[in-house]
């Protein structure tokens, strides 16, 4: 298997920048795959937003998800309910699925000294429902970068869109040349990225603890959005189902994973069985 690209431009895009301003570009979004909105909500939120999930955390309402090692779920409470609505993001959605825009999940993804593992090579969108152009809008609560964490990008590769299966992704089949993208990320910066993007995050090294929000974007006419955001949407199907708690959303009577999770459970079972 061989993949070709258009490496040059994408590399040019990189050294000039274009994927990190102060104005959304659409255009860049699609060619690359990731854009960085300077500002994005603004360093008062993400202020705001800090000091609600700290103080929630030291509360015990909010806590690290059981088998997701930098995830917060958040979905129980309404504090961050207003994230869509800001006036700086307001001027986004026009620009998503004709102006109808919906949005599935919001969680909080932290990384710091007491979790400090990488995040391996991966692509969101064979975890998604629904059509494929999807996003993530991670919002920096804290500054983002090369030594706490941040998260990194192979650019373009959204085109190769869903790849059939989930888990490790191999970069030694990307086109020679092809550049990671590391941007660091200042309280109340936005990074958008396209679900199929190739992505990963290094471990914790030093620094402050690393803290997005992740808003999660659809097509507001999609069966699975649960809040729209933008618009008026035509669609009658609906879909009530909470994607972080995903393990209670099963569209299968069998299914691949099921029948994994099976022949592991059976396999532990005999292991232990023989001693």
Not at 176 to 191: A, I, N, T
Not at 197 to 212: C, P
Request: charged share 20%; proline share 5%; aromatic share 10%.
């Amino acid at each position: 298997m061989k993949i070709t690209a258009p490496v040059s431009e994408i590399q040019r895009l990189v050294d000039e920048g274009a994927y990190s301003q102060t104005t959304f570009q659409k255009d860049v979004l699609e060619t690359l795959g990731f854009f960085v909105l300077r500002a994005g909500i603004g360093k008062e939120n993400a202020e705001r937003y800090l000091h609600t999930y700290r103080e929630l955390s030291a509360q015990g309402v909010l806590m690290r998800s059981e088998f997701h090692s930098t995830e917060v779920k958040i979905s129980h409470v309404d504090h961050f309910d207003d994230l869509p609505k800001l006036a700086e993001l307001q001027n986004v959605w026009p620009h998503l699925y004709g102006g109808i825009v919906g949005t599935s999940f919001k969680r909080i993804l932290a990384k710091a000294a007491d979790s400090p593992n990488p995040v391996i090579l991966h692509q969101d969108i064979c975890y998604q429902y629904g059509e494929t152009e999807q996003y993530s809008f991670f919002i920096a609560l804290t500054e983002c970068g090369l030594t706490n964490g941040g998260l990194k990008f192979y650019p373009g590769t959204h085109k190769l869109g869903y790849l059939g299966d989930a888990g490790t992704l191999n970069p030694e089949i990307l086109p020679d040349g092809l550049p990671v993208c590391s941007p660091v990320l200042y309280p109340g910066d936005v990074v958008i990225m396209h679900s199929s993007t190739w992505h990963f995050s290094d471990a914790f090294v030093s620094g402050n603890e690393r803290i997005y929000i992740e808003l999660h974007v659809l097509d507001g006419n999609s069966p699975f959005s649960r809040e729209t955001i933008a618009g008026t949407p035509t669609n009658g199907w609906k879909v009530d189902y909470d994607p972080v708690m995903r393990e209670d959303a099963n569209f299968f009577v069998r299914s691949r994973s099921q029948s994994l999770k099976e022949a592991r459970a059976e396999l532990a079972e005999l292991q232990e069985l023989r001693g």
